[in-house]
């Protein structure tokens, strides 16, 4: 029995319980609601789930267990997907759904046996990661929440608040059991002491006695052994001799920490230590303690109150006195909470104090953005019964007095202007410009320094928004505006004015050069262009070009489409210079005009062709005639080797398969040019081409009698050559094979004599479903014979060496169903009882 999966099922399972168990200690998700969150903690949610890589489900489960409504969630998957919508039509590059985490193959369910993509099988390792998926949940929805200003104060790694042990002594610094005390004396007199102060808080100094300095500070302590000493080195009188006091080794203290504290009870610390040493320590106080009234008592009354805002908003550290043994740190809950979330630079939960207003909850959250709008902010308030919206405006944020529970949205301003017009278009300065008092559609075509000479002068329009935020063009002439023939009109906010140029309104021009030129394609018309220019703009004439009839094709523009005899196209041929030096004027040019320029008669470039195989000087040779035949080639090779295998030379002849080849038709070429590789594969590995793709050049096997042409040159065999052909000659094969239908697809040794049925038999005989009478035998020329049927006989090619025989299969025939054989009875029943009352 596999216990792996059932091990992780019981973690998953564990986990699951565990999960609402620690969330009344961890995170509580309940007090979320998704209608009050804004784009930004959204976007920063969604952030935090795609570069964790959680699933739906995990997300869904983790804040179920946290306390989470199913109807927030529902409110907060919507919120996501309608952001994402948002910012793919924005163009921003926001993960979608399907490629969310990352990897989508990664993402599973807990259900699923498989956390992040790893196997079940890692079960050593399976509960970490479930673990890891919790708190990666947790932390996503977290970033849903407010944070509590300052929270993270004692939680931060990197800002201890450890005292420091090796500054001077304070002057101030009280005496207390189990201090060092390091009493040095110089001057006429030198002396030096190392006492430890008793649990009676005095020091036994020699040849002085016991004396009593608890509780004193420094300077108390100094002043009284400076009097008790004087008595034995008088030139602590007369000053001829110091003393210096400091402290050694220093005590510890014992203080508690109390109230909301994260773990509350009694510390050991040093008798240096500060109440923000005691507080991170401790922890610091929970989630619902106070940060601006921590209480140190002492001896039963309350010395300070401390505001570790002072700390965090101006780096102060008023009240941070230092400790002493037995004091008390009191905690207590806090008493005014509120939130600001939108455009202010610190977003978050702050604490307030009484006497405080909204001006000074702004100035805690670092102030507004720079996009905030900041006449209004609006706060949601809780009542007594329920909740209600109101609108503080920027005069009362200094008189207003904000109530425990009240949210603050700070919204940005309006993405648009309250004073901008836009030109486009034709213009030398086109953008966005003021609009002043006055402004109209010639002074900002001035401002924008005039018209371009390309500018479509005789209209142009404007786009306006109405009051009801609907856009309507307004038209205009140009010209006449910026003459006075026609009013100039009067600029609204946020018009838009495009003047269009000559260009943007008629199709672009070109001509097209095709033929021998170096750089055939279309080129930009420009007026007065001439066919030298254009020759010239394609690379010039290719070597084997003529200069002579060039052709120029030219649309027409007034041809008469009743007639069925109307000219399409008008047509040029001219003559130029080979150095495309114009002697008389030249031929000018017009848009759309197609210029061809044709080979030079008589011109031919070289064309070869290949032979090899069992041949003296195999190779590539170049044609030299155009009648030159396949004999005229062999008497250039030198003749054949020993083993020349003439009855089986072929010649290939390539070119490109034809687009309109149907699959089938492909797919029988390409199986029987692999059996005429598969026959020559002996002969040379350069017959091998890439046959199975489809697309690329199609071999031509040509099945030539190479004893004949050689018998006859010249003759109707004899083929003329052409450009990459290639002539085989292959050494003599001396076994024949036998494929497809057969018993056992063999190669048999060639015997003469041997029928095709021999060898047949040879192979275990036909197949049950062979097609005899399709059997057919592929030449080792390329040549293909099937079998012949005349009269009740059957015809059987003659086999020759190197030749491969191959019985096709018959197609497969469908089954009739149960219910088309009682159709067809009943048919026939029904046809026999039809004729049976015919004949009665």
């Not at 986990?15 to 998704?34: C, E, K, L, T």
């Not at 038709?665 to 002969?683: C, D, G, I, P, S």
């Not at 046959?691 to 099945?703: A, K």
Request: charged share 25%.
């Amino acid at each position: 029995m596999n216990v792996k999966p059932i091990y992780l099922f019981l973690l998953i399972l564990i986990i699951s319980f565990a999960v609402p168990a620690v969330a009344q200690n961890n995170q509580n998700f309940s007090d979320i609601r998704v209608d009050e969150l804004t784009d930004a903690q959204i976007q920063q949610f969604v952030n935090q789930v795609e570069s964790s890589g959680l699933s739906e489900a995990q997300l869904e489960q983790v804040a179920q267990a946290r306390g989470m409504s199913a109807s927030e969630i529902q409110k907060l998957r919507q919120r996501v997907d309608k952001l994402r919508a948002s910012s793919q039509q924005k163009g921003l590059n926001v993960p979608s759904k399907k490629d969310s985490g990352r990897d989508s193959q990664k993402s599973k369910s807990l259900q699923s046996g498989r956390n992040y993509g790893y196997d079940v099988e890692d079960y050593d390792e399976s509960n970490s990661k479930v673990i890891d998926s919790l708190s990666y949940a947790e932390k996503a929805l977290t970033e849903l929440k407010s944070k509590i200003f300052g929270s993270d104060l004692f939680s931060n790694k990197n800002l201890t608040f450890e005292p420091n042990l090796r500054l001077a002594t304070p002057r101030n610094y009280q005496i207390g059991p189990d201090d060092e005390l390091l009493i040095d004396i110089y001057g006429y007199s030198e002396a030096s002491y190392q006492l430890k102060v008793s649990p009676e808080g005095t020091i036994n100094v020699p040849y002085v006695g016991v004396v009593s300095v608890g509780g004193m500070s420094i300077e108390q302590a100094t002043a009284r052994l400076k009097s008790r000493m004087s008595t034995i080195y008088s030139g602590l009188r007369t000053g001829n001799t110091s003393l210096s006091i400091a402290i050694g080794n220093i005590r510890s203290i014992k203080v508690i920490l109390t109230g909301e504290v994260v773990k509350p009870g009694t510390y050991t610390l040093p008798s240096l230590a500060t109440v923000f040493n005691a507080l991170y320590s401790s922890g610091g106080p929970t989630e619902n303690g106070s940060l601006r009234k921590i209480e140190l008592i002492r001896g039963g009354r309350k010395l300070a109150t401390l505001d570790i805002y002072d700390f965090l908003l101006n780096g102060q550290f008023k009240s941070n006195i230092r400790l002493q043994d037995q004091d008390v740190i009191r905690v207590p809950t806090y008493q005014t909470r509120v939130e600001v979330v939108g455009e202010v630079k610190r977003p978050g939960i702050f604490e307030m104090l009484p006497g405080e207003d909204l001006a000074d909850l702004i100035r805690f959250t670092g102030d507004f953005t720079e996009r905030a709008y900041r006449a209004r902010v609006k706060v949601l308030k809780n009542t007594e019964k329920e909740r209600r919206i109101a609108d503080i405006t920027s005069d009362r944020f200094a008189s207003y007095e904000p109530s425990s529970g009240d949210k603050y949205f700070v919204d940005k301003i309006l993405d648009r202007f309250e004073n901008r017009v836009t030109i486009e278009g034709a213009v030398f300065r086109p953008g966005q410009f003021e609009l002043e008092s006055g402004l109209t559609v010639g002074q900002l075509i001035r401002r924008a320094e005039g018209l371009r000479e390309d500018a479509f002068r005789s209209r142009a329009y404007i786009t306006r928004l109405k009051s009801d935020l609907q856009t309507e063009l307004v038209s205009f002439d140009v010209s006449r505006v910026l003459s006075g023939e026609a009013p100039d009109i009067p600029m609204k906010r946020e018009d838009v004015v495009v003047i269009s140029s000559i260009f943007d309104l008629k199709e672009e021009y070109n001509v097209r050069v095709d033929g021998e030129v170096q750089r055939p394609g279309q080129f930009n018309f420009a007026e007065g262009m001439t066919l030298e220019d254009a020759i010239l703009q394609a690379g010039g004439l290719k070597e084997g070009a003529t200069s002579k009839r060039i052709e120029i094709s030219r649309r027409i523009k007034n041809s008469d489409v009743l007639s069925e005899s109307a000219t399409t196209a008008q047509v040029f041929q001219v003559d130029v210079n080979q150095d495309l030096k114009s002697a008389t004027a030249s031929f000018v040019l017009q848009p759309f005009d197609i210029v061809i320029v044709r080979p030079s008669a008589g011109y031919t470039i070289q064309q070869q062709v290949k032979v090899q195989g069992e041949v003296l000087y195999p190779g590539i040779y170049t044609l030299v005639r155009k009648n030159e035949r396949i004999s005229d080639l062999l008497k250039r090779t030198g003749g054949f080797t020993a083993y020349a295998y003439t009855e089986g030379a072929s010649l290939q002849r390539t070119g490109a398969v034809a687009k309109d080849t149907s699959d089938f038709e492909k797919r029988v070429e390409l199986e029987r040019l692999k059996q005429f590789q598969r026959l020559q594969k002996k002969t040379s590995d350069t017959l091998s081409a890439d046959i199975n793709n489809e697309e690329t050049l199609r071999n031509d096997y040509v099945g030539i009698d190479l004893t004949r042409i050689l018998k006859k040159p010249g003759g109707k065999e004899d083929l003329f050559l052409q450009e990459g052909d290639i002539l085989s000659i292959p050494r003599e094969l001396q076994t024949v094979r036998v494929s497809g239908e057969v018993l056992s697809p063999v190669t048999v040794v060639y015997s003469k004599g041997k029928s095709f049925k021999n060898y047949i038999s040879n192979a275990g005989g036909f197949a049950e479903r062979a097609k005899r009478k399709r059997a057919y035998i592929i030449y080792a020329n390329g040549a293909v014979e099937s079998t012949g049927n005349f009269l009740f006989f059957r015809n059987y090619p003659n086999v020759k060496p190197g030749a491969e025989i191959f019985v096709p299969k018959k197609p497969e025939g469908r089954k009739m169903s149960a219910g088309e054989v009682v159709g067809i009875t009943s048919g026939l029943a029904s046809l026999a009882a039809i004729i049976v009352a015919l004949f009665r």
